[in-house]
T-cell receptor, first 115, second 109 residues
Framework: NAGVMQNPRHLVRRRGQEARLRCSPM?????VYWYRQLPEEGLKFMVY????????ESGMPKERFSAEFPKEGPSILRIQQVVRGDSAAYFC?????????????FGPGTRLTVT | SQQGEEDPQALSIQEGENATMNCSYK?????LQWYRQNSGRGLVHLIL?????REKHSGRLRVTLDTSKKSSSLLITASRAADTASYFC?????????FGKGTRLSVIA
């Protein structure tokens, strides 16, 4: 029973390129969350999705960032025209039911470095 | 903001000692959760305590919640070197989880 999977684990992009991060939730989980973590900081919520729907994107920058969770396939966090400030660890989590009422299971993260 | 804030920011203890970490928050919550993060890895859920609970145990972990003071504590008894990690509290209202900045625990063998 695989846990939450994220790929790639490490991603290097030059300024102006696009970064695409993937997350496969735990089997049976239809709620997915994306977080960003800067060094020595806690996790900052970005977006909460349920299959084919964005439920809450209040933590996601309005420009350059987008997320989706299609009916088939993994959830994708897309960052267009990356800048150095986007360098961070991006974690995906999934839960059996929504919001914060249930424990979340985290993936290993994708470490994005923008050069 | 209902963000939790952990205290202390860093804690260093000897193996076998107990470690206590505290978390304070600002608004009403449905539950409070504690997570552990080993360096460079994802978070691992430790324990969830609901707003109508005052204390919860899981193995060597003991969590308390005082909603009147808007605070929680995590106690790790008989610590081990493997407990070295960052510990985060996360509060849940009718919104997604909000994490604090964490307590970095070092257990010295």
């Amino acid at each position: 029973n695989a846990g939450v999977m994220q790929n790639p684990r490490h991603l290097v992009r030059r300024r102006g390129q696009e970064a695409r991060l993937r997350c496969s939730p735990m089997k049976g989980h239809s709620h997915v969350y994306w977080y960003r973590q800067l060094p020595e900081e806690g996790l900052k919520f970005m977006v909460y999705l349920q299959k084919e729907n964005i439920i809450d994107e209040s933590g996601m920058p309005k420009e350059r960032f987008s997320a989706e969770f299609p009916k088939e396939g993994p959830s994708i966090l897309r960052i267009q025209q990356v800048v150095r400030g986007d360098s961070a660890a991006y974690f995906c989590a999934s839960s059996l039911r929504g919001l914060g009422n249930y424990e979340q299971y985290f993936g290993p993260g994708t470490r994005l470095t923008v050069t | 903001s209902q963000q939790g804030e952990e205290d202390p920011q860093a804690l260093s203890i000897q193996e076998g000692e107990n470690a206590t970490m505290n978390c304070s928050y600002k608004t009403s919550i449905n539950n409070l959760q504690w997570y552990r993060q080993n360096s460079g890895r994802g978070l691992v859920h430790l324990i969830l305590i609901r707003s109508n609970e005052r204390e919860k145990h899981s193995g060597r972990l003991r969590v308390t919640l005082d909603t009147s003071k808007k605070s929680s504590s995590l106690l790790i008894t008989a610590s081990r070197a493997a407990d070295t990690a960052s510990y985060f509290c996360a509060t849940a209202g009718n919104t997604p989880l909000v994490f604090g900045k964490g307590t970095r625990l070092s257990v010295i063998a």
